[in-house]
């Protein structure tokens, strides 16, 4: 089992620049979860998906971030445009239902 | 008020130390417990589930108490190797979010 696949694993960017971020769940896990984490704010839920389909989206902190699910295997988010407080690593996880989510290495983000 | 509290820490213990660890949370209809690890500029692991009747694994053991809503972690004879931050999670209801708390830093000494 490959785990949680990120990509990119380092990120930097321009302020003003658009990002990518990618991840690919473990096959067969039904539920996938972006997160940030910074030091001062610790690991935050930006948005989570169950069967393709965003569930919670409350946690994206504004219009400039969106992700998408188009299909089991695969999930982006981006963020247009970035700004330097976007900088943080964020982690993908994926989980089946009621069990610990398996998480991504994350990709460390870097806005300038 | 946090759904889900921890003591920040760090806790710094000499090697061989046994070393526990509290977290409260919020929501009385919380249904899954679990603790990750999660190592400097790693991702978070699952170190194990949380269950009722409480469960061990090891050098670690996990307890629920559900009336004073907390969970709690014990390591007996800590390792260099356990040095990491421990967070506690919450899910609500299964298909829901799981809800981390901020971790306890753990500093295990020579």
């Known amino acids: 089992d490959a785990g949680v696949i990120q990509s990119p694993r380092h990120e930097v960017t321009e302020m003003g620049q658009e990002v990518t971020l990618r991840c690919k769940p473990i096959s067969g896990h039904n539920s996938l979860f972006w997160y940030r984490q910074t030091m001062m704010r610790g690991l935050e839920l930006l948005i989570y998906f169950n069967n393709n389909v965003p569930i919670d989206d409350s946690g994206m902190p504004e219009d400039r971030f969106s992700a998408k699910m188009p299909n089991a295997s695969f999930s982006t988010l981006k963020i247009q445009p970035s700004e330097p407080r976007d900088s943080a690593v964020y982690f993908c996880?994926?989980?089946?239902?009621?069990?610990?989510?398996?998480f991504g290495s994350g990709t460390r983000l870097t806005v300038v | 008020r946090k759904e889900v509290e921890q003591d920040p820490g760090p806790f710094n213990v000499p090697e061989g130390a046994t070393v526990a660890f509290n977290c409260t949370y919020s929501?009385?209809?919380?249904?899954?417990f679990f603790w990750y690890r999660q190592d400097c500029r790693k991702e978070p692991k699952l170190l194990m589930s949380?269950?009722?009747s409480g469960n061990e694994d090891g050098r670690f053991t996990a307890q629920l108490n559900r009336a004073s809503q907390y969970i709690s972690l014990l390591i007996r004879d800590s390792k260099l190797s356990d040095s990491a931050t421990y967070l506690c999670v919450v899910n609500a209801r299964i298909g829901q979010n799981f809800v981390f708390g901020p971790g306890t830093r753990l500093s295990v000494l020579p």
């Open positions: 929501n009385s209809a919380s249904q899954s």
């Open positions: 949380v269950y009722s």
């Open positions: 996880a994926s989980s089946s239902l009621g069990r610990g989510y398996t």
